[in-house]
């Protein structure tokens, strides 16, 4: 059995639509990060960083870092449609996006979310938030003018498309990504559509 640490809303939510659609069996304890006291102290004990998810493997050792955990999973479940098979046309493509949305636009929100962990002048800390704020914007940008759709690999819906669906959830929220980005926004309403992540979609988004 694997246990999924995390927070409802946040990239935790990425690797409990892996499991769910995986087809592991797993269970999930849900922490509050934002406030001093037993369940933050336990996820400092897990992950020094107290960054979320962190995944307990069946073993009991623990795994942090969420594009190695989802792929831990594709590892675990190659048939469950979470990647290409290694060797497949669109192998390259998947391992490129992968690492660019952990590597070039989760930071802006690790350094964006709050400035103060970083800057010590508020005016520091604006331009901190508006900077990153920024550059995800193009960043996504250059995702939409990249793919063609229906999903980020085309034809082939993948893990690559649970980012998406999570991530459109946070700034600069979905409206945006509708105006300046359909072709994301149709992947997260796919994935939204999708009936064996409506239990994680409950958890994470209970609102949307």
Known sequence: MFRLIGNPGTGSAIVEAA?????????TEMLDLWQPGPERDRLFQLNPLGQVPVLILPDGSVMTESAAMVLHIIDLAPDAGLAPKPGSATRPAFLRWLI????????????GDDPSR???????????RAVTDAERQRAWRQIETSIAGP?????????????????????????????YCPRLAQIADAVDAEPRLAAVKAENWPAA
């Open 118 to 128: 970083y800057v010590n002048e508020q005016e520091g800390r604006d331009e901190l």
């Open 19 to 27: 499991l769910a659609l995986s087809g592991l069996p797993y269970e």
């Open 151 to 179: 999903w980020m690999l085309g034809s082939e819906r993948s893990a690559l498309d649970l980012y998406v669906w999570a991530m459109v959830n946070w700034r600069p929220r979905r409206d945006w990504f509708r105006s």
């Open 100 to 111: 660019f949305l952990v590597a070039s636009i989760y930071p802006t929100f690790t350094y």
